[in-house]
């Protein structure tokens, strides 16, 4: 009896911990099959038609912190209206620790050379495009977290503040 009081315990433990990781994961929003120059390249044109900025979210699946940025932002329909008004926003995926393959290499090389090695500020890192393609600014996100999230006030104001009506007033 208690060998089957202590195995249901045990089962129940498992089941818990799984719904509730489950539950925590982050979607993730990186996707990597694409080629991140060209996303960005298509980001800057589609801004450039609809009179937005772009801002590339670079980071991965890989880094919890990314992928809690995305699902903070996609949570607070003020943020996301803000961003969806005013911005292009692309998840650009980036891998600082790539495999040996010299093509994947070269391309990280070369992102990171496209966006004025934002890779400095760790991840995520924003980076500001205007509808021409120019590097306006990079934001290092830890100064937009609060505890193990992120502080909305804080992300609220970058936002605001590299809108094209913000800096071409």
Known sequence: MTKRILTTIMLLTCIF???SQAQTTPKKVYDESLNPLEQIEKAVTKAKDEGKHVICQVGGNWCPWCLRFAEFMSNDEEISKLVDENFVYIHVNYRPRQSGNSDEVERGQQLMKR???????????????????????????????????????????????????????
């Open 17 to 19: 911990t799984t719904v």
């Open 115 to 169: 966006l004025n090695n934002a890779g400095r500020f760790g991840f995520p890192v924003m980076v500001v495009l205007d509808e021409e393609g120019k590097v306006l600014h990079i934001q290092d996100s830890s100064f937009l977290e609060e505890g193990k999230g992120y502080n909305k006030e804080k992300v609220m104001r970058f936002f605001a503040n590299w809108t094209r009506k913000a800096v071409k007033p």
